[in-house]
């Protein structure tokens, strides 16, 4: 029984306003029991874990970003968490490919929000990097989801200082661009290029997957190409299909430290319209499925969902969309954190 439980006599425990049931398996926090309270009932939090704002009870945190600062265009996903947290009370405990239920190999919990400001960008990278500096120093992989792009960037910056990371990426666009409007240098679609430059990103050891969409000028790939990172557009994904882009993906990153980024604008606008930079031609979501079950093994340390911009998605299919993956990711990061477990003999 951890700090923050409470258990009564017919072996429910309050957690906060939430009520689960623990299993006999384990002590790890569990989703809300859906045959206690039904999936539409109770406050949505992350795939209706309990919220356990305590980095140190946990060897996963489910994290919101609700940023959407950084954004050049069609603004809107400072409103992503609350929404894939609505949706995320679809999903259910156990995948059905790989059989992985996450909630028994690992400590998952919904940590709330980062903090944010939303007329400052730059106390805004401060503050949402001064909130993941304690998830990661407790060992504990982060699991975000957005927010506009740009806040891959303050995450890398507390999980990544002391070795630089590789990076699976998904998306339309590169987001290795310089500067916009001026000389502004933070924007979402800038993330990368500064990560690289503040040593947290290895170019060698990045791919991306999915870009396509028109460019401002014929040198916006320059930076990308040119610093090592292996660059699958969407053309080469279609020649590659998803078994020659994981066999790719795994060759790029190896077995170091690995972080998966997935901006939803990677998909196709017919399964994903709610973003602020639809580009059409995309990965369809079975694509983008099976490319992550294909991830499994890999050296995971981290792993975001990004750019769900609600008031682009009425149906709310984008934020299903998204909670999915946030899904599919958290089987990932939940077996690379029972294999290392397994491997430490404890
Ligand atoms: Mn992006
Ligand atoms: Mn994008």
Redesign the pocket.
Known sequence: MRVGMVATATGVVHHGPYCQRMTTATEFPQPVDAALMPRFGAIPTFMRLPCIEDPAQLDIALIGVPWDGGTTNRAGARHGPREIRNMSSLMRSTHHVSRISPYRLARCADMGDAPVNPINLMESLTIIERFYRPVHAAGCLPLSAGGD?LITLPIFRAIARERRVGMIHF?A?S?TWDRYFGDNRYT?GTPFRRAVEEGLLDPRRTVQIGIRGSLYGPGDMTFAEQSGMRVVYMEEFIRLGVEGTIAEARRVVGDGPTYVSF?VDGLDPAFAPGTGTPEIGGITTREAQAVLRGLQGLNLIGADV??VAPPFDPSGSTALVAATLMFELLCLLADTVDRRRRTRGN
């Open positions: 792009h998306d666009h987001d979402h901006d990004v750019e």
